[in-house]
């Protein structure tokens, strides 16, 4: 009763939508890039995450949560940031720790894990860190998950802490961490298993920019621009894309 009564407090932070969905909310979330207007999306990814809350008042399983908190992510992350996305991450972090309280021993599950490293990594914002305390929260997360779980969300953890390792600030007398050469090695190994994913790509660039292989950089970042967003992750690609014609521009790079 108090897990359900604590989880449906922090709904009010989080909830995307009053009225509560019929529809099934994986055959939602699944159709999330089934169109390519945003106004639409956000239609039925509010539904979704709907329609996901009502389960997860119903049933408060580890599945569940990850996949309304992964729907939040899509709508404030990909969809529509800046419009109350920390907000939003802040909550969904007090809503795993409220979870975790109340369920003892789910923190050590993949799902929760998943959900702790991306969600830390979306409230700091993964390229302005705000503390080093953050950081480590997601390097604990991500080596546990690509040490027992590596394949898991198409190798997230790989991902992330390959763009943890560029991003990371400076830690004095600690030589290993943050390491660009750990982010290389991170991300060309999501890469083997990803190799047309635009934030992958567009990470690698980045490192590799970093540590003067300019040239190869300009590759992935130029294929990044030019390329058009898969359609299976539209609005994931796009965010993408934005960040790196920004980052581009930042650079003074020409084509």
Known sequence: MANRIIICVLFSALAAGNAASAANPDV????????????HALQNIDACIAAYRELVEKEGSPENVFKYIKALDFKYFSLAPGSGDKEAFEAALSMLDAYCAANPGCGELKH??????????RYVDILDFSGRSHAVKIKEHGEWLRENAPEFENYAASLTLGRLHYRAPNIIFI???????????????????????????????????????R?????????????????????EDLRIKKDCKRRVAQLGINY
């Open 215 to 235: 040239g190869a950089a300009k590759g992935f970042y130029g294929a990044v621009m030019n390329e058009p967003p898969r359609g299976e992750y539209y609005f």
């Open 175 to 213: 030589l290993t961490w943050p390491d660009k050469r750990k982010s290389r090695e991170y991300l060309e190994e999501f890469l083997r298993h990803n190799p047309d994913s635009f934030a992958g790509r567009f990470f690698l660039a980045d490192t590799l920019w970093a540590v003067n292989e």
């Open 112 to 121: 929760i894990r998943y959900l702790y490293m991306n969600m830390w990594g």
């Open 28 to 39: 939602l979330y699944e159709r999330r890039n089934a169109v390519t207007v945003t106004a």
